[in-house]
């Protein structure tokens, strides 16, 4: 009989605890650095592009000419990204504000940014930034 007790109440314990736990679900943002979305509305020919202050290289063939990604610096209140061709180098500063602010007790300290700019020194004559991150992504539109 006790060994019959002693199930019932464990299989109790067990049941409540899967329920309770359960409903915990990760609602914390994710902890990977935002990127850039670079859409280019002409083609161009860059054997090389330099992200984060010329420390990420990436090489060509890419995969979409008109379109590349690249981590944007979360230490730095600007990312520049530079495009190497055969018989030119483009410069794209991006320059943004950062905050840190505490999401919550769970999910800690998290840095927030806005004020989206494209700064000189850029020589693109024509670029546009998105006004926000979205799903940890900033749009960036190159008309040159």
């Not at 007790?5 to 464990?10: A, D, G, N, S």
């Not at 899967?18 to 161009?44: A, Q």
């Not at 999910?107 to 004559?125: H, L, N």
Request: net charge negative.
């Amino acid at each position: 009989m006790k060994y019959k007790l002693f199930r019932v109440l464990l299989s109790i314990i067990c049941i409540s605890c899967l329920f309770t736990y359960s409903g915990c679900v990760d609602d914390c943002e994710s902890d990977s650095e935002p990127n850039l979305s670079i859409h280019f509305s002409n083609s161009h020919n860059y054997k090389t592009i330099y992200g984060l202050h010329g420390k990420l290289k990436l090489r060509a063939p890419f995969d979409n000419p008109q379109w590349i990604s690249i981590p944007m610096s979360i230490k730095d209140d600007s990312t520049v990204v530079i495009f190497e061709a055969t018989d030119k180098t483009d410069t794209l500063t991006l320059h943004y504000s950062r905050t840190v602010k505490m999401e919550s007790v769970r999910c800690g300290f998290r840095i927030f940014f806005d004020d989206f700019a494209i700064v000189k020194p850029t020589t693109f004559t024509s670029a546009s930034v998105s006004s926000q991150l979205y799903n940890e992504q900033l749009d960036i539109n190159i008309n040159d």
